[in-house]
């Protein structure tokens, strides 16, 4: 299952990069410093609970290159801390030395915090340099960082589509992912509803019962054929997630 099958609005011109390398004499023009630093966001408009919210960062160099770097989940913010405090400090600076860059920004942020919108902020700075120069030497990046390990890398689907509901109507979206992508492993939440509505303290029965309903749809109605993968948001303690696990073996999922 190929990346863009799920980003088709990555190939929109507003963030396909043009640019290539120029090549003279079997050498590329290396990016020697960088000249602007801007962001841009994308938002599907649909009114959902939970909804793409990410925001691109660009890395501009004197030789033209563009690099393209990503992160989520609060666009404004990560936007917010790349322009007020992290592009004075890349101004100028060779974009080739990534972790140089990376260990002066991180930093400047460690005493503040080891998490958040800086953080966020600083990993999309740092897939945007890997990006400048792999395109400064013509190689993709996963050339420059060892070389390929695996050809072919299992795809699961974990923001299916909010058309169904996967309490009720998980066999739906289990379809559709195989007739339309071709995926066959799902993760869903089926747990999560009780978490919150008993402050993470304790699970019931009840509860029990409800949260194994879809995964027990999706088993019966698939069978051996799709992978059911578990997300819990570490929402229960030791006491109930033992609880659920049990309530659970009998569907083999893939991972709790």
């Not at 090549?23 to 020697?32: I, L, M, Y």
């Not at 400048?132 to 589509?161: A, D, Q």
């Amino acid at each position: 299952m190929k990346r863009r099958a799920f980003l088709p609005f990555l190939l929109t011109p507003t963030f396909l990069n043009p640019q290539r390398p120029v090549v003279e004499d079997g050498k590329s023009a290396p990016p020697t410093k960088i000249t602007r630093i801007d962001t841009t966001y994308w938002r599907d408009g649909a009114a959902l609970p939970w909804k793409p919210n990410w925001v691109w960062v660009r890395v501009h160099a004197a030789s033209g290159l563009v690099g393209l770097g990503e992160t989520y989940p609060r666009n404004e913010t990560e936007a917010s801390a790349v322009h007020s405090s992290i592009a004075d400090m890349l101004l100028g600076r060779d974009p080739r030395d990534i972790e140089r860059i990376w260990a002066d920004l991180y930093r400047a942020f460690d005493f503040q915090v080891t998490g958040g919108a800086e953080i966020r902020a600083l990993s999309a700075i740092d897939l945007a340099l890997w990006d400048l120069l792999g395109k400064s030497v013509g190689l993709p990046v996963y050339r420059l960082i060892g070389g390929r390990s695996n050809p072919e890398i299992r795809t699961y689907n974990t923001c299916f589509s909010h058309r169904y509901d996967f309490q009720t109507e998980p066999e739906k979206i289990m379809r559709e992912l195989i007739e339309r992508y071709g995926i066959r492993a799902i993760k869903i939440w089926p747990f999560d509803p009780a978490a919150l509505r008993n402050r993470h303290e304790y699970v019931t029965a009840a509860d029990i019962e409800q949260g194994v309903y879809p995964v027990r749809k999706l088993r019966d109605a698939f069978g051996k054929d799709i992978e059911i993968l578990m997300e819990f948001h570490g929402g229960w303690d030791l006491a109930s997630a033992v609880r659920i696990a049990q309530a659970l073996e009998p569907y083999r999922p893939m991972w709790l």
